[in-house]
């Protein structure tokens, strides 16, 4: 099979996922050559790429064809310190990887739930849409070239990558939401207020209206929406006057003044920062992180297998309850209303819930990874067509 690149593959790159994702749609192309005798890539693969190499994992290092030089760093040690997935065990059991299947990751992060499934004998297409993740993960899974394509995209835009692909069924589709542990503690990301740093928030750097765009240029009824629909915060209304009128006389730059300032004024007492919601409803904004759940969970069907899994792991009840929703409209297979003379069959019925309730972590691993308490995770699976 020859590939060679297209001009509808190239409008693609840029509309749906930026110039940043050329380099790793070629690594996507080459990566493709391996599995073009498997089912689930169809004969006329819209997915192209002019070279010939053996190649399985996107990435800058190495020349092409030859083997890149061994990472210097321990690959132990800078794995947990990146990241600790979350629900290991549990993840296994609900994607049920083995050789033969194919999954996409679409939060690749530090790579370790990828890995895992790699160990398991599965292949992966990983997504993630901040580069210094793949970075890690490249060096990470470097052991399972072959069977591991990484790429630089956000998870909403799968369906046009894999269409591109000719991909059109997966034995399961896993997302880890949120942010990594790496990205929380690197202050220069400005994920967070226990380290000072500059008010950016954005998972893909590259794109998109910063932390500190939204909180010096929107007005006082945008940021309370913000606060109340993406942080639940109370005193919403109130936080978000001040903060237009303090930035008249100075504009936010760092994390550590906009959560002094929220501090201050929400005179909220207590064990949890005063400014702990209003964080994570901007970082919720500044990623459109609901909107792009909403686009994975409508579009995820499609692209399974009967048979195959869908695997959602949430952390606040905001993401939780969009899941839930989704999940349930899935696998409802009658609605019947009162002023109906009969039940109506759902069109949207093809998926079996896996899990009535979500999934959480016990307390051997809450105790080793306090970031498994907020941890919740919910799986169903296709049904026949
Ligand atoms: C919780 S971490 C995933 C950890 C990973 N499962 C592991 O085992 O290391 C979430 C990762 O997903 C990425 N991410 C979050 N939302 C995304 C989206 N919409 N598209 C692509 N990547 C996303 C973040 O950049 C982050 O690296």
Request: aromatic fraction near 8%; charged fraction near 25%; charge should be negative.
């Amino acid at each position: 099979m020859t590939f060679s690149v297209t001009s509808s593959l190239a409008h693609v790159n840029l509309a749906k996922i930026g110039l940043a994702g050329v380099r790793y749609w070629a690594e996507f192309g080459r990566w493709l050559m391996h599995l073009d005798h498997w089912p689930w890539v169809g004969a006329t693969t819209g997915v192209t790429c002019g070279m010939m190499m053996q190649s399985g994992l996107g990435g800058s290092g190495g020349r092409e064809g030859e083997p890149e030089e061994p990472s210097p760093v321990s690959d132990e040690f800078d794995s947990l310190s990146y990241h600790v997935p979350v629900l290991p065990a549990e993840v296994i059991e609900y994607m049920c990887p083995e050789p033969g299947k194919l999954f996409l990751d679409g939060t690749l992060g530090g790579g370790g739930h990828t890995e895992l499934m790699l160990q398991a004998g599965a292949q992966i297409i990983a997504l993630d849409q901040d580069a210094e993740a793949l970075e890690h993960a490249r060096q990470r899974l470097r052991s399972f070239q072959g069977a591991v394509c990484l790429l630089k995209s956000n998870f909403r835009s799968f369906p046009a990558m894999l269409e591109e692909a000719g991909i059109t069924a997966l034995d399961g589709i896993l997302v880890d939401l949120g942010v990594s542990s790496h990205q929380l503690d690197d202050a220069t990301r400005g994920f967070s207020f226990q380290n000072d740093g500059p008010l950016d928030m954005r998972m893909n750097p590259d794109e998109g209206r910063s932390a500190g765009d939204l909180i010096n240029e929107e007005d006082a009824e945008e940021l309370e929406r913000i606060f109340r629909d993406y942080g639940e915060e109370r005193q919403a209304r109130r936080i978000a006057r001040a903060i237009v009128q303090r930035r008249e006389e100075k504009p936010f730059t760092g994390t550590a003044d906009l959560a002094n300032f929220i501090a201050g004024v929400s005179q909220k007492h207590g064990k949890t920062h005063p400014a702990t919601l209003c964080f994570q409803a901007l970082r919720i904004a500044v990623n459109d992180e609901l909107g792009a759940l909403e686009d994975l969970l409508r579009e995820a069907p499609r692209f399974l297998k009967p048979g195959g899994r869908l695997v959602v792991i949430s952390f606040h009840s905001l993401e939780d309850r969009i899941v839930k929703h989704t999940l349930q409209k899935y696998a409802t297979e009658w609605h019947d209303r009162p002023e109906w003379p009969e039940p109506r069959r759902n069109p949207d019925y093809c998926m079996k819930l896996l899990t009535r309730k979500p999934v959480e972590a016990g307390p051997e691993e809450t105790k080793t990874n306090p970031r498994a308490r907020s941890a919740k995770l919910r799986a169903a699976i296709k049904l026949p067509s």
